[in-house]
């Protein structure tokens, strides 16, 4: 009984940390790189108290791909020098908004991206690179669509829309404040 106390609590663990995103500190000084082990090229050099997006608790080999918030590079560093914080929420606000009926099939969304920074945008497994105060139009399959944005010096924004065939969408991606 005991067993299977311990395995049903194990299957609810690994069901609700799948896929969640968590802020993170780093706990010594440690180097990103840009593959899940230490032979790997360095992207960046993480110091003590840095701030981090944890992607995700699943680790390659003992590191978690990461995002760098104040470079906002991407790659893999130990977890045994990371952190784990809170869960980043997703956005629960409309980030996509309608701007009307096209004859084509597929939606196509126009990203604003009204920083002074470069924003990289990922929709599903897509990344895309925006430059400062500039926008792109992007076209996607309908449905559900998972984003992360992210600048450097910000937090990530997380969340997930759904987009429907034949529409037209605005994203103006901007921050209030940069740390």
Excluded: C
Excluded at 28 to 54: C, P, R
Excluded at 88 to 113: D, H, M, R, T
Excluded at 135 to 158: D, E, L, Q
Aim: proline share 3%; glycine share 8%; charged share 20%.
């Amino acid at each position: 009984m005991k067993r299977l106390i311990i395995l049903f609590l194990f299957v609810i663990i690994a069901i609700t940390s799948y896929g969640q995103n968590y802020a993170g500190m780093i706990t010594k000084d440690t180097f990103l790189y840009t593959s899940a082990d230490s032979s790997g090229t360095m992207l960046d050099t993480l110091w003590e108290g840095a701030h981090v997006f944890i992607i995700s608790l699943d680790t390659a080999d003992g590191f978690y791909d990461i995002i760098y918030v104040k470079t906002n590079n991407e790659g893999f560093v130990p977890m045994k020098y990371v952190k784990v914080g809170k869960v980043v929420e997703e956005n629960e606000e409309g980030q996509f908004v309608e701007q009307g009926e096209i004859e084509s099939f597929n939606p196509e969304v126009e990203i604003a991206n009204q920083t002074t920074k470069m924003l990289t945008l990922t929709l599903n497994a897509h990344t895309y690179k925006i430059h400062p105060n500039s926008s792109k139009n992007i076209v996607i399959k309908p449905g559900r669509i998972n984003y992360r944005g992210s600048v450097p010096g910000a937090f990530p924004t997380i969340g997930h829309e759904y987009l429907k065939s034949h529409q037209a969408y605005l994203w103006r991606f901007f921050f209030a404040k940069y740390k």
